[in-house]
Each structure stands twice: as structure tokens, then as C-alpha cells.
């Protein structure tokens, strides 16, 4: 049986380079970018809903989740718009990589051999310059937080 893998981000940089890789090894993937067909934004969580429930619908019962959707973002704590690029950063960087695992959790469980991979930059180690909606929001242990509530 083929597993079915959703991809956020999955079509540029790293998350097309993983969608194609895991597409070239017979894995079916649906891949959630604003950009996509259907456009999917990660931060709705009704979006994020109607799209793993159409994924459902066309490809089976989700095995693999990686989480590669991001948006860099910066800026001044003291710049007029900070407020709503920080909010926005942990919209799409964070609260989407939840929603995206929070959706397709049923299937990772049930099949007992769910895998969920969150693709972060090394800036989540750092402190740059400008950067700290972007260096603040890597879901770097979403996976884990879930693992352990959901047993």
C-alpha cells in the first residue's frame, strides 16, 4: 500500500525538494501552499480542515507530515507594523505546522507508523539581527509535544 504524505510549503525551496523526493520513492503527496492547487493557507484552521479532509477523500489516510512551510520576517520591535509581521510569523511558522499535525493526528496514530518531520532554519539557534518573528517560530518540537500528549 502507498503512504500518503501532506507537504506545507511544497512548492518552492525545501518543501518542493521534499514533495519531488518523496513523490520519486511512490509516496502519494498533497502538497498545502498558498501557491497550490487548491491554494491552502496553514495559519485557517477551517482551511487546514477542509484540505487534509480532501486529501482523505482523494489520496487515503495520511502516514507523513512535513511541516516546511515558512515565512521569513523581521524587522524593528519599534517599526510600526512589528505587532502584525510578529503575529503573522507565528501564524503561518508556528500555529500552521499545529494545525497541519492537529488535522492529520488521527491517521499518524491509527496506522501506528506515523511520521511528522517540522523543517526549521538554523536561525532558530541564533539570535540575527532584525529577524525575531522568523527566529522565534521553528516548530522545533511540535512532533515531540504531540507524541507525548497523544500517548
Request: hydrophobic share 45%; glycine share 12%; aromatic share 4%.
Amino acid at each position: 500500500m502507498s503512504r500518503v504524505a501532506v507537504v506545507t510549503g511544497g512548492h518552492s525551496g525545501i518543501g518542493r525538494a521534499t514533495a519531488l523526493l518523496l513523490e520519486k520513492q511512490g509516496v502519494r503527496v498533497a502538497v498545502f501552499d498558498l501557491d497550490g492547487e487548491p491554494s491552502v493557507d496553514v495559519s485557517d484552521p477551517a482551511g487546514v480542515e477542509a484540505a487534509v479532509a480532501g486529501v482523505r477523500q482523494t489520496l487515503g489516510s495520511v502516514n507523513i507530515v512535513v511541516n516546511a512551510a515558512g515565512i521569513a520576517a523581521g524587522g524593528l520591535p519599534t517599526d510600526d507594523h512589528y505587532i502584525e509581521t510578529w503575529q503573522h510569523a507565528l501564524a503561518v511558522n508556528l500555529t500552521g505546522a499545529m494545525l497541519v499535525v492537529r488535522a492529520c493526528l488521527p491517521d499518524l496514530m491509527a496506522g501506528g507508523d506515523g511520521r511528522i518531520v517540522n523543517v526549521a532554519s538554523t536561525e532558530a539557534f541564533g539570535a540575527g539581527r532584525f529577524s525575531s518573528p522568523y527566529t522565534t517560530t521553528p516548530p522545533l518540537s511540535t512532533e515531540r509535544s504531540f507524541r507525548s500528549t497523544a500517548g
